[in-house]
């Protein structure tokens, strides 16, 4: 099993940043990727960005230019970068880990980290 807790969720300003990590305890080595999602009130959870175990990133169009996901092997962190925030990026952002046992495939979720732009 793989472990999640995110962090760096805060009020910010709008055209302001912030920096999300998540830390990953567990089964590291059987991680395939990790991905943020977000989920505003009365949403739908959706996709973020995603960075696989060969480093290849992928973003959601209305967060591409804007944000960027990173990772650190040495202390099983990922983070996620977020400038130029919006309003409509006011959410809880999840991490969460693709993760291969016994051949078959599961998904780890964290418990989520409030990000709130507003003046």
């Known amino acids: 099993q793989v472990q999640l807790m995110e962090s760096g969720g805060d009020l910010v300003q709008p055209g302001g940043f912030l920096r999300l990590s998540c830390a990953a305890s567990?089964?590291?080595?059987?991680?395939?990727?990790m991905a943020w999602h977000r989920q505003a009130p009365g949403k739908q959870r959706e996709f973020v960005a995603l960075i696989s175990n060969t480093g290849t990133t992928k973003y959601a169009d209305y967060v591409k230019g804007r944000f960027t996901i990173s990772r650190s092997n040495a202390n099983n962190m990922v983070y996620l970068q977020m400038n130029s925030l919006k309003a409509e990026d006011t959410a809880v952002y999840y991490c969460?880990?693709?993760?291969?046992?016994?051949?078959?495939?599961?998904?780890?979720w964290g418990q989520g980290t409030q990000v709130t732009v507003s003046s």
């Open positions: 567990g089964s590291i080595s059987s991680i395939v990727a």
């Open positions: 969460n880990a693709g993760f291969m046992t016994a051949g078959k495939a599961h998904a780890s």
